[in-house]
């Protein structure tokens, strides 16, 4: 229940603060803008270089709060971008190692350690998230490392990475077809569309 | 076994969390209560404080407005249109038992932010125009200014209320959302 104000992620700090700059430039608009017209009040006048002065930074102002908003609009645009392809790659990584673990036909306990080792969980800790003893977790990622045919567990994290650095874009499409082909079929094998 | 491995791989479980108030519209909304909090308390009428925060809360009003021209899809008009007919509808299918989750103000919400919007430019206005030679000591003006006051007061309330009663009802904690800009929607629920 920990509601966090201050954001961590850096684009987010941006916007925030794009936001407390436009409210403060607003503020000060509208004292300048106030300003001149009590002066104006007071004198009768609009020119001399006071009122002059002051109706230019009043403008200024108001000009500068309107383009910040507009900025603060594409910042946060970009934001919900980015955001929808996170969504999408998270999405499709997911399909892959679905596919993948398919292919080396790994039982459900296998699938769950093999999913917690890529998450970075030792085995001690895979042990007590899935309360059962370290020596069957260990017996069980030596399962999936002999499935998958890697020597241990950096080489077979790096087999996903290697998935997800490889080549150029029409490897990427020719192997993503490759495996809607031979990987189980299933709604979810492009997600974009 | 694929929900299972989708679960876990989608890291938080069970809940759906969606940003949908923009870190302005959420300094506006606790700045605007600030200003009506300062005004309605501790700071003495007619003093030159009073008028500042009071001009300050209707630049926070403009500035919203002009957000709800410009800004992203969930601070916009378009988002939140004043409907009377929609609220009626909403409080209907409310009672009715639907938990369905509106992602920008629900109808009923709407109509609340309009009032509250328009009662400070009203307690604005009518404070601006005491500080006028043309308006100074008019009866109906300082009474207007304070009838309205009182009833911004009570729309306050209400819409406590209400954001309480929403919480509890639909289980989206909106005091959160208004802080972190992320409603947190619990599962199988629509959103609207």
Redesign the interface.
């Given at each position: 229940?920990k509601?966090?104000?201050w954001p961590a992620r850096t684009e987010?700090r941006r916007?925030?603060i794009?936001?407390?700059l436009?409210?403060l430039q607003?503020?000060c608009?509208?004292?300048f803008t106030?300003d001149v017209i009590e002066d104006y009040?007071h004198d009768g006048q609009l020119d001399g270089p006071h009122m002059i002065l002051e109706s230019i930074a009043a403008v200024a102002l108001i000009g500068g709060?309107?383009f910040l908003?507009?900025e603060?609009?594409r910042l946060?645009?970009r934001m919900?971008v980015m955001?929808t392809g996170l969504e999408v790659a998270?999405g499709n990584?997911?399909d892959v190692?679905?596919a993948f673990?398919e292919e080396w036909q790994l039982t459900?306990a296998e699938?769950?350690v093999a999913?917690?080792i890529l998450k970075g969980f030792d085995n001690e800790a895979i042990a007590g998230l899935r309360h059962t003893a370290a020596g069957t977790v260990r017996a069980q990622a030596t399962n999936i490392y002999a499935k998958s045919a890697t020597d241990g567990r950096a080489q077979f994290i790096s087999l996903f990475m290697e998935e997800l650095l490889a080549g150029d874009i029409g490897t990427v499409a020719s192997h993503a077809e490759d495996t809607s082909k031979k990987g189980p079929t299933?709604e979810g094998s492009s997600p974009v569309g | 076994?694929?929900t299972?491995?989708?679960n876990?791989?989608?890291g938080r479980a069970s809940a759906r969390d969606i940003?949908v108030w923009?870190?302005?519209v959420?300094?506006?909304h606790w700045?605007l209560a600030l200003t009506i909090l300062l005004n309605g308390t501790i700071i003495e009428d007619e003093s030159r404080a009073h008028e500042?925060i009071g001009?300050?809360a209707?630049?926070?009003v403009?500035?919203r407005l002009?957000?709800a021209f410009?800004?992203?899809q969930h601070a916009r008009f378009t988002a939140f249109p004043p409907s009377p007919r929609r609220a009626i509808h909403y409080l209907k299918t409310m009672i009715a038992g639907d938990r369905s989750v509106h992602l920008s103000h629900n109808p009923l919400g709407a109509l609340m932010v309009y009032n509250i919007w328009l009662s400070v430019i009203a307690i604005g206005v009518t404070g601006y125009m005491m500080t006028?030679i043309t308006f100074f000591g008019v009866d109906w003006v300082e009474e207007m200014h304070e009838v309205v006051f009182g009833w911004l007061l009570f729309s306050v309330a209400l819409h406590v209320g209400g954001v309480v009663f929403d919480t509890w009802r639909s289980g989206v904690?909106l005091?959160?959302a208004m802080?972190?800009g992320r409603k947190s929607v619990p599962e199988g629920r629509e959103i609207l």
């Amino acid at each position: 229940m920990k509601a966090k104000f201050w954001p961590a992620r850096t684009e987010e700090r941006r916007a925030t603060i794009l936001a407390g700059l436009i409210l403060l430039q607003a503020v000060c608009a509208l004292f300048f803008t106030v300003d001149v017209i009590e002066d104006y009040r007071h004198d009768g006048q609009l020119d001399g270089p006071h009122m002059i002065l002051e109706s230019i930074a009043a403008v200024a102002l108001i000009g500068g709060v309107i383009f910040l908003m507009v900025e603060l609009r594409r910042l946060l645009q970009r934001m919900a971008v980015m955001q929808t392809g996170l969504e999408v790659a998270r999405g499709n990584l997911a399909d892959v190692i679905d596919a993948f673990f398919e292919e080396w036909q790994l039982t459900n306990a296998e699938r769950d350690v093999a999913l917690m080792i890529l998450k970075g969980f030792d085995n001690e800790a895979i042990a007590g998230l899935r309360h059962t003893a370290a020596g069957t977790v260990r017996a069980q990622a030596t399962n999936i490392y002999a499935k998958s045919a890697t020597d241990g567990r950096a080489q077979f994290i790096s087999l996903f990475m290697e998935e997800l650095l490889a080549g150029d874009i029409g490897t990427v499409a020719s192997h993503a077809e490759d495996t809607s082909k031979k990987g189980p079929t299933k709604e979810g094998s492009s997600p974009v569309g | 076994m694929m929900t299972q491995t989708k679960n876990i791989s989608s890291g938080r479980a069970s809940a759906r969390d969606i940003t949908v108030w923009d870190p302005l519209v959420r300094l506006i909304h606790w700045s605007l209560a600030l200003t009506i909090l300062l005004n309605g308390t501790i700071i003495e009428d007619e003093s030159r404080a009073h008028e500042l925060i009071g001009y300050t809360a209707l630049a926070l009003v403009g500035l919203r407005l002009v957000w709800a021209f410009i800004g992203p899809q969930h601070a916009r008009f378009t988002a939140f249109p004043p409907s009377p007919r929609r609220a009626i509808h909403y409080l209907k299918t409310m009672i009715a038992g639907d938990r369905s989750v509106h992602l920008s103000h629900n109808p009923l919400g709407a109509l609340m932010v309009y009032n509250i919007w328009l009662s400070v430019i009203a307690i604005g206005v009518t404070g601006y125009m005491m500080t006028t030679i043309t308006f100074f000591g008019v009866d109906w003006v300082e009474e207007m200014h304070e009838v309205v006051f009182g009833w911004l007061l009570f729309s306050v309330a209400l819409h406590v209320g209400g954001v309480v009663f929403d919480t509890w009802r639909s289980g989206v904690h909106l005091v959160r959302a208004m802080i972190t800009g992320r409603k947190s929607v619990p599962e199988g629920r629509e959103i609207l």
